[in-house]
């Protein structure tokens, strides 16, 4: 096994692949330090795994094969990067830019926690998620890559970034829907401190924004086909005319007085008087 790992000056990467039967990776107390790059591919999973005290570590790749939960740790300096076959409950806890893919099968919850999240990837079969930048302002985008496919769940999304009127993006990709995107499971996102919002949607997507209360604007852009639940009531502005891919917009509230749509076959019904609609 590993006893002290020391990289010195440069880009170091370790990779690590652990054969061993189904059960906890470690580093089995092994002391590493000034390795940027780490990457490791196991029968087990990551379980109590704390990479938090890896000095120098600025990225964190992991594949984990068993179906055992995911409880790591991390700095908020080290992207961390995870494919989980996992069907429990899992966190990822500290992280900068962390991304979360799951098999097909939608078992268990999924959290992010830290204080120095500047983006947040789920992909795959991702249940309940909650996303907490805790009291921090880092968090800007959160990606939703193919989550609900095949699972027969609506996905919920729960976000906290408790910086006041902070604007928001969510990168829909094929989100809310099966494989085939004939079957909607729309994925509800909720940010209830967020004041303006931005989805930019690059594959067939459903989304609900609805619990988004503190939404005044919401602007819409990609090339992918976009079904957005009617939006929370607050909603004054919806710009879509960066948008090339059709959009749905179901029944506008009555706040929203200035809808642009886009390039793409457009579609809504108005409940509002004195709209602008261009």
Do not use: C
């Amino acid at each position: 096994g590993l006893d002290s790992i020391d990289g010195g000056a440069g880009t170091d990467t370790l990779n690590v692949a652990s054969s061993a039967p189904a059960a906890a990776f470690s580093f089995n107390n092994a002391t590493i330090k000034n390795v940027e790059n780490i990457s490791v591919s196991t029968n087990g999973n990551f379980t109590g795994l704390n990479i938090s005290g890896i000095s120098g570590l600025t990225s964190f790749t992991g594949v984990a094969a068993d179906t055992a939960a995911t409880t790591l740790t991390a700095a908020g300096t080290t992207d961390v990067t995870l494919n989980l076959s996992t069907t429990n409950n899992s966190t990822v806890t500290g992280g900068k830019a962390v991304s979360i893919t799951k098999g097909s099968t939608a078992a268990g919850t999924v959290g992010v926690t830290g204080s120095a999240l500047t983006a947040v990837t789920l992909k795959g079969g991702v249940g309940a998620a909650t996303i907490s930048n805790n009291t921090a302002t880092t968090l800007k985008s959160v990606t939703l890559d193919g989550v609900d496919v095949n699972t027969g769940i609506t996905a919920t999304i729960t976000i906290t970034n408790s910086t006041a009127a902070h604007s928001l993006t969510v990168n829909a990709a094929g989100t809310g829907y099966n494989s085939t995107g004939a079957t909607e499971f729309q994925t509800v996102v909720t940010d209830t401190v967020a004041t303006s919002a931005t989805v930019n949607t690059t594959a067939k997507s459903s989304l609900d924004l609805v619990n988004s209360t503190a939404l005044k604007s919401v602007t819409l852009t990609g090339s992918g086909a976009l079904k957005l639940a009617t939006t929370a009531a607050a909603v004054t502005s919806i710009d879509g005319s960066a948008a090339t891919g059709a959009l749905t917009l179901g029944t506008l509230n009555a706040a929203a007085v200035t809808v642009k749509t886009g390039s793409g076959k457009d579609s809504m019904t108005i409940a509002a008087t004195g709209m602008d609609d261009t």
